[in-house]
């Protein structure tokens, strides 16, 4: 069974960071591109970051570029993104999902598993 387990979320002043954290299992972790993808209040899900799952090609929202960095660790199953200079509208519930041997960035719908998500809030 895949699971998807995010961590690291919390409350945050304006200008702070925060490091999310996204530990898989069930799964061949190298062979999978992971994304990281985010949803405000009244808002659609959105695209934050990706990592591909050969090369380690990254790929990120302009929202975020200059801001988050995506990172994965294969040994330890897991996929990070690190959230330096938080604004309050960075606020959200940040998913990671994963799609098998697909690289670039997929849409959203070509992702084949997701987490269950963690909250964000960035307070101006």
């Known amino acids: 069974q895949v699971q998807l387990v995010e961590s690291g979320g919390g409350a945050v002043q304006a200008g702070g960071s925060l490091r999310l954290s996204c530990a898989a299992s069930?799964?061949?972790?190298?062979?999978?591109?992971m994304g990281w993808f985010r949803q405000a209040p009244g808002k659609e899900r959105e695209f934050v970051a990706a990592i591909s799952w050969i090369g380690g090609n990254t790929y990120y929202a302009d929202s975020v570029k200059g801001r988050f960095t995506i990172s994965r660790d294969n040994a330890k199953k897991t996929v990070y993104l690190q959230m330096n200079s938080l604004k309050p509208e960075d606020t959200a519930v940040y998913y990671c999902?994963?799609?098998?041997?697909?690289?670039?960035?997929?849409?959203?719908?070509?992702?084949?598993?997701w987490g269950q998500g963690t909250q964000v809030t960035v307070s101006s």
């Open positions: 069930g799964l061949t972790f190298s062979g999978f591109t």
């Open positions: 999902a994963a799609r098998f041997r697909l690289s670039g960035s997929p849409p959203e719908g070509e992702y084949d598993y």
